[in-house]
C-alpha cells in the first residue's frame, strides 16, 4: 500500500487543481464522492484484471485521461476545454512527482516512502504560488478566449496536450536510465517553459482585451 501514496496525493493535488478551474455542476460533496467512487471502480478493475496493473511510478499518467468520463459528469465546461485545463494542471502535478522521484532516487534511494515525503513537500511548497498566482490567470485565459478566434479551441487543447505529453514522455524515460542531476534539471526546465508559456498568454489576452476596449 504504502508505493501508491505518491500517485494517491498526485490523484488529489490533480482533483483539487482541476476542480479549481473548471466550472461546477454539483456541490463539493457530491464531486468529491462521484471522484472517489469511480478511483476505487478504476482500482477494482486493475486488482481483478493482473494484467493491467499500472505501476505507482506515473510513468503511465495517459492513462489518467479515463477521468474525462466523471469530469465531463461534474463540470460545465466544453470536451476540448477540459482536455485543456486537465493537461494544464497535470503538467504541474506530474512534474512534482517526476522531480520528486528523481531527487529520491539521487539523493537517498529510489524508496516509495521517499519519493512521498520529498512530494509532499514540494507540493507545500508550490501549491500556494500556484493557486495564487499561476490558477487566477490560467482561468482569466480560459474565460476570455471565448472573445477570439474559434481556432484558438482547436490549437490550445492540441498545444497542451503535447506539453503534457513531453513531460510524460521524459519522465517514463528518466525512470529507465540512472539518476543525474541533468535529469532534474531537463524537468525543471521543461516545467519552467510551459509556466512560461501560460504567462505569455495570459499577456497577450490581456493586451489583446485592452485594445479591443480602446477601439
Excluded at 198 to 210: G, N, P, Q
Aim: net charge positive; charged share 10%; hydrophobic share 55%.
Amino acid at each position: 500500500m504504502l508505493q501508491y501514496l505518491p500517485i494517491i496525493e498526485l490523484l488529489f493535488f490533480n482533483s483539487l487543481t482541476v476542480h479549481q478551474c473548471c466550472e461546477k455542476k454539483y456541490s463539493v460533496f457530491r464531486t468529491v464522492l462521484v471522484i472517489v467512487l469511480f478511483s476505487l471502480g478504476l482500482l477494482a478493475v486493475f486488482w481483478l484484471l493482473p494484467f493491467l496493473s499500472i505501476p505507482a511510478d506515473g510513468s503511465l499518467s495517459l492513462i489518467g485521461f479515463v477521468y474525462i468520463i466523471p469530469l465531463r459528469y461534474l463540470y460545465r465546461e466544453r470536451t476540448a476545454l477540459l482536455v485543456v485545463i486537465m493537461c494544464s494542471c497535470w503538467v504541474y502535478t506530474l512534474g512534482v512527482q517526476a522531480v520528486s522521484i528523481q531527487l529520491a532516487a539521487l539523493l537517498l534511494e529510489n524508496s516509495s516512502i521517499y519519493v512521498f515525503a520529498i512530494e509532499t513537500l514540494l507540493f507545500l511548497a508550490t501549491m500556494f504560488p500556484f493557486f495564487r498566482k499561476v490558477v487566477p490567470k490560467f482561468i482569466f485565459v480560459l474565460d476570455n478566449l471565448k472573445y477570439f478566434d474559434r481556432n484558438w479551441y482547436r490549437y490550445l487543447p492540441a498545444s497542451s496536450f503535447l506539453v503534457f505529453l513531453c513531460l510524460a514522455v521524459s519522465h517514463a524515460i528518466f525512470l529507465k536510465v540512472p539518476p543525474s542531476p541533468y535529469n532534474v534539471l531537463a524537468l525543471l526546465l521543461l516545467l519552467s517553459s510551459a509556466f512560461m508559456s501560460h504567462f505569455m498568454l495570459y499577456k497577450i489576452v490581456t493586451d489583446a482585451i485592452k485594445l479591443n476596449q480602446l477601439e
